[in-house]
């Protein structure tokens, strides 16, 4: 599976504007949180390279802290990227080797529960995000995630781990669109060319997981953002029907993933359902 | 002696605090105290839609809301343009009878409260959640102003064409719309401005918030356009700003002499629009 296809890509963005934009997110969510600043989990990937760049860029160095877990399917050429980037961004990187909390988890559960492969899968990611809260609340930081919109809206992300975070900066931003912001701030091209991966288990990617390549899945999700219907998305894009009709579904299937816990309604105003108020306390009131 | 063929407007492009009026009322008051006096010109001080409260309260509305001009809100906003004698427009939440609120213009000056204008397209679609909390205007309405005719809109009424008109028709040499209009609504909103101003024939001026409240940014971006469509203010993107000119209350005339809009407008066509409306 490859990112090169017929498809038409979606209209690009524009990179100096909307890397402006996250940037004052970033700066305001941390101020209006009264935290001091972010925490971020580093991959290798090109998602966390963008988001801590522009972490970086808007709160500067030592208000980011990048985190790397090491496991038994992270790759040297990772590590290696990872070192590069924090070198380039002056970021002092905290670095652990999991894999034994892992082992001892998963030997844990192995004696008394049987479970499915996505159950094991998911192990990692949550004990990812308890690595990042504890440093988070010992320095008073916020947890920053490196969710793209893509991935958000087929729920390709865990459930309370790599998605349990406080802010998703580049959560409203395609995976298309998150290589040209790549390129636009001058990320080492090792990011840029790698084949995107979760890297759950070895060899995986994600568009060999997800069944098509981002280049389809964002000209399916744009189309569908922009309240086309799926004959017109078929005719824009080339994709089939049945291509599209996948993508609905994930989107269906995934909705609770990207909603917080399911509030069932019965007083005059319910928390997340219809008692509003601003995300952060007036200094006056 | 004060020259009333020209007035001064400032921008004050701000990025409201939400639910707190005080910090609001103190940066509305700063704002004011740092403009410059011109013994010659009144100055028209503008700030966004919902200012005095910010934008995104949500249910604190209820709380927030006030009667206008006897709330407490409005009585420091009037001690504000005594003590700087300036005029001010704001726009903050109106309690009219209990329980129903309008999202609401109000200008303030020297002498007092001057008058106000209610929002009458609530959006209620893509993040907008305004026909939640706030009544529709049941009117348009402009102010009378010891610079001249002043209409007032706020920010979703500038997509309907008719409200300007009304302004122009009703004698208005100038209409100013206060916004709070998050970011991927700006190349709207700039096609509006231009458009409205010179359709019309008519000053417009136009003051959004700037900055982000929850989830959301307010992309700026104020300007100021003559009646013949001149730009002769434009504030920055994003973020807060400040900008100040002057507009004559004539220029509308002279606009009018050269495209006469209004005097070519027959009356059927409201008729029929009135028609379609009740056909659809």
Known sequence: MTSKSQTRSIPPIDCANTSELIQEFIKTRVTEARVN???????????????????????????????????????????????????????????????????????????????????????????LQTYLYFHANKKNYLVCGAGNKSELMIGYFTKFGDGGVDILPIGDVYKTHIFQLAEYLKLPKSFIQKAPSAGLTKGQTDEAEIGMSYTQLDSVLYGLEVFQTEKEIAELTLISPELIKKVRTMIYKSEHKRRGPIVFKLGVRTPSIDWRVPLTKPKHF | MVNRLKFRVALAQIHSHQADPTSNLKIIAETCEKIVRDKDLDTIVVFPELSVTGYLMHDDVYQLAEPIPSGPLCQELIQISQKNNCYLIAGLPESSVPGLLYNTAAMFGPQGFIGKSRKIFLPNHSVFNERRYFRTSPTINIIDTPMGKIGMQICYDIFSPEITRAHALLGAHTSICISASPGVRRHYFETFIPARAMENTINFVYVNQSGIQDDLIFWGGSEVRT??????????????????????????????????????????????LEESYYDI
């Open chain 1, 37 to 127: 600043g972010v925490v971020i989990g580093l991959s290798g990937g090109i998602d966390s390279a963008v988001v801590v760049t522009l972490a970086v860029k808007s709160i500067g160095s030592k208000n980011v802290t990048p985190i790397f877990l090491r496991n038994k399917n992270s790759l040297e050429s990772d590590i290696e990227d990872i070192h590069t980037l924090c070198k380039k961004l002056k970021l002092d990187l905290i670095q652990y080797d999991i894999q034994n909390v892992i082992d001892e988890f998963s030997n844990s559960i192995n004696q008394t529960e049987e479970s499915s492969e996505l159950a094991w899968m998911n192990i990692k990611p949550r004990i």
């Open chain 2, 227 to 272: 009646a013949t469509g001149k730009q002769v203010a434009k504030l920055e993107y994003n973020k807060p700003d400040f900008g100040i000119c002057t507009l004559s209350t004539e220029s509308a005339q002279s606009a009018k002499n050269f495209v006469p809009t209004l005097k070519d407008l027959p009356s059927w066509i409201f008729k029929k």
